[in-house]
């Protein structure tokens, strides 16, 4: 069990539904020998701050409360750290999407999932992935890096002030198809081989799951040392539609329009400026000059409690 545990809320989660859970777990913490050191984050970025600053001060463990912004966040913290000051991470999801979670298996009441993680002794690592634009900027994700039509779903995602869960992004895919239905020419060269083509969306895959409940790569395992990719070539407005439920079911493999691949290390090239989330954040808006990235799985790279 955990000696000094460091406790990351984002009480803006669920469009602030969060705050209630957390002000309730607060109130009534579950039953720990631990030390616990409860933090709230009060703008963007500042999980990742509290994470670094938790993992210098010695602390063990680290617990996400919100959802998978503030995984983000915390990953990016935390692999900034060398792996021998490097916290173990639980996460008690209480967010719109909460894929991470439903990669490693939390589901639950979150003051059961939370009562567990500060008891158990149940770990298991799992895979991070690394992005590096052609301006040196590093990024890290734990579950999905998706640039065109991806991205833009992302982006418009984060402009409806009153959807949440997975109809918040549903109702921006269907924004997105209607809206943004140009291609990108890529040019793909990874360990296993180049690919070219022109591609509405490409999604970089550690995890099987994006934005609540689209499967977009059901094979996808954050602990096998690969990820997989994932690029959506030229279609019809009425096909993207179709390959909504498709996607949702995890059975869209089956289209020609869908190429697949599995990969360690990967540099993609655009011939046009790319937007790109990444774990659902926006990392590169419609202001975006990158053009060019690298991407590297680091495997085993992060210890997480179950």
């Not at 009060?42 to 959802?67: K, N, S, V």
């Not at 040019?187 to 995890?207: I, K, P, Q, S």
Request: include cysteine; proline fraction near 5%.
């Amino acid at each position: 069990m955990p000696h000094k545990v460091t406790i990351i809320c984002n009480p803006r989660a669920d469009m602030g539904r969060a705050r209630i859970t957390i002000a309730a777990l607060r109130t009534n913490p579950p039953a720990c020998d631990a030390e616990i050191v409860w933090r709230e984050t009060r703008h963007p970025h500042h999980a990742t701050e509290l994470a670094q600053a938790a993992g210098d001060a010695g602390h063990d463990l680290i617990i996400a409360l919100g959802g998978d912004g503030l995984v983000h966040e915390i990953v990016n913290g935390l692999m900034t750290l060398p792996d021998s000051l490097r916290p173990a991470f639980g996460v008690v999801p209480i967010g719109s999407g909460n894929d991470f979670a439903h990669a490693i298996g939390i589901s639950g009441r979150p003051e059961e999932i939370l009562a567990r993680l500060l008891q158990s002794e149940n770990f298991r690592r799992v895979d991070i992935g690394q992005m590096t634009d052609d301006s040196g900027r590093v990024v890290f994700f734990d579950n999905t890096l998706g640039m065109g039509f991806d991205a833009i779903v992302t982006i418009r995602s984060h402009r409806l002030p009153v959807i949440k869960g997975f109809l918040m992004y549903l109702t921006a895919v269907i924004q997105t198809i209607l809206l943004n239905h140009e291609c990108l020419n890529v040019v793909l060269e990874t360990d296993n081989g180049r690919w070219e083509g022109d591609v509405h969306m490409l999604a970089l895959c550690n995890g099987p799951r994006e934005g609540g409940g689209f499967l977009l790569s059901p094979d996808s395992r954050n602990d096998d040392g690969t990820m997989e990719y994932i690029a959506v070539t030229r279609l019809s407005r009425l096909l993207m539609f179709r390959l909504i439920s498709e996607f949702m079911q995890g059975t869209h493999r089956r289209f020609p329009q869908i190429h697949m691949g599995t990969f360690k290390r990967l540099t993609l090239t655009s011939d046009r400026p790319l937007q790109i989330h990444a774990d659902g954040e926006v990392i590169a808006d419609f202001s975006s000059a990158t053009r060019r990235i690298e991407v590297t799985i680091l495997p085993q790279a992060l210890q997480v409690v179950i």
